[in-house]
Every structure is written in C-alpha cells, then in structure tokens.
Nanobody, 125 residues
Framework: EVQLVESGGGLVQTGGSLRLSCATS????????IGWFRQAPGKEREGLSC????????YYVDSVKGRFTISKDNARNMVYLQMYILKPEDTAVYYC??????????????????WGQGTQVTVSS
C-alpha cells in the first residue's frame, strides 16, 4: 500500500521558518519524483517544488525559489521542505505527492498519482 504522511506544520509568525516532512512507503522511492503542493482556502492546489528520484534534482516555482528548500533522505524514504521567511500568504494546507514521472519541473497535479493527507501551515502577521 502506498502511503505518504506529512508532518511538521503549525503556527508560525511572519518571517519564521518551518520544516515539513513527508514519510513515504509502498513504492520504489528512488524511482519516483516527490512533489510538494499547497492549497489555501478558496484557491487551487498549486505545485511548489519537486525532487526527482534517482538524481535528486530539485525544482522550485518562482514564488518559493530562494525561500524553500526541498531535500530527500533515500535511506529513510523521507522528503523534506524547509521553509524560510514565511509570509501570511504561505498559509495553506501543504501536501506531498509521488509521481512515477522522472523528468524535471513536475509541479502540475496531473503528474502525481499518490497524495498525503496534508498538514496545515498558518503564518500569522
């Protein structure tokens, strides 16, 4: 059974940092791309970043480039999203997802077959 479980969300003040974790199981971790998405109330789910399986190449959308860092631990089948300089507009439910697509820039929802349940991030002003 494929499982992705996010953790690490919470309440943080503007300018603060959080590290989200995504624990995965049930699929060949090294062969999959893992992406991070978020969805704010009333908005579409948007892709933020992804990291490919074998080479571990990261990709970021412009809105988070320079503030968010994605990383992976192949030994533990974990993916992380370190978030810095958080802003109120970063408030959303954050999701990790897994895709068999191994190209770059996989930040569209359609690439991803497996999703976690999400973790809430709230940035207070």
């Amino acid at each position: 059974e494929v499982q992705l479980v996010e953790s690490g969300g919470g309440l943080v003040q503007t300018g603060g940092s959080l590290r989200l974790s995504c624990a995965t199981s049930g699929f060949p971790f090294d062969d999959y791309t893992i992406g991070w998405f978020r969805q704010a109330p009333g908005k579409e789910r948007e892709g933020l970043s992804c990291i490919s399986g074998s080479r571990g190449s990261p990709y970021y959308v412009d809105s988070v480039k320079g503030r968010f860092t994605i990383s992976k631990d192949n030994a533990r089948n974990m993916v992380y999203l370190q978030m810095y300089i958080l802003k109120p507009e970063d408030t959303a439910v954050y999701y990790c997802a897994a895709s068999a697509y191994t190209g770059t820039a996989a930040t569209s929802r359609g690439f991803y077959a497996y999703w976690g349940q999400g973790t809430q991030v709230t940035v207070s002003s």
